[in-house]
């Protein structure tokens, strides 16, 4: 079993900063794909941002340029760096990790953490 534990959201004006941190624990032994997904009240959740093992990044559109994801893949854990922003960034926010639970796993399994909350005033 892994747990996916979120920390750093908050209230923060429009303009301002926030940084999210995701740390995995439990049976694991590497972790491919790391990302980012929120959802506001009354949509669909939405990928934010993605990170691979390897560093490769993928992020959507309306948040290309304000905010960074990164791993620290000795800590298990992923983070996500949101400047300038905007009260559209309203939403929870959730961590997912794609993981391999034991050397020679012929499949990986998908985490979500609990979902941590961002509110942006205008």
């Known amino acids: 079993q892994v747990q996916l534990v979120e920390s750093g959201g908050g209230l923060v004006q429009a303009g301002g900063s926030l940084r999210l941190s995701c740390a995995a624990s439990g049976t694991i032994f590497s972790i491919n794909a790391m990302g980012w997904y929120r959802q506001a009240p009354g949509k669909q959740r939405e990928l934010v941002a993605t990170?691979?093992?390897?560093?490769?990044?993928n992020y959507r559109d309306s948040v290309k340029g304000r905010f960074t994801i990164s791993r620290d893949n000795a800590k298990n854990t992923v983070y996500l760096q949101m400047n300038s922003l905007k009260p559209e960034d309203t939403a929870v926010y959730y961590c997912n990790a794609e993981v391999y639970p034991f050397l020679g796993s012929p499949t990986s399994y998908e985490y979500w953490g609990q979902g941590t909350q961002v509110t942006v005033s205008s």
């Open positions: 990170i691979t093992s390897g560093g490769s990044t």
